[in-house]
């Protein structure tokens, strides 16, 4: 289910780090998009991720820069990277 791994970063101020446990744990255990294809997520440590096969990256990165700017996470400012490794 979970085929594939994704790396997710953020980049401010010229830096680039890895996103928090924290903020992956958050969205993962928080349906907010009524959109089940977010739930095949699973966060494993700071700025990885496993996902299905069915989740398009495009996406997910929208979903999840959404969400930790709604959290405050995210400034605004920053961007959001989201490859597979």
């Known amino acids: 289910m979970f ?27 928080r349906n907010f998009t009524n959109a089940s294809i977010f739930d095949d ?22 979903a999840l820069e959404d969400w930790f700017r709604r959290k405050s996470y995210l400034p605004k400012d920053s961007k959001l990277i989201v490859t597979e490794m």
């Open 41 to 62: 997520t699973l966060p494993l440590s700071d700025g990885k991720l496993e996902v299905g096969t069915k989740v398009p990256l495009d996406q997910l990165r929208d």
């Open 3 to 29: 085929a594939r791994k994704i790396h997710v970063e953020y980049e401010h101020e010229g830096r680039v780090d890895p996103c928090p446990m924290k903020w992956l744990d958050n969205f993962s255990m």
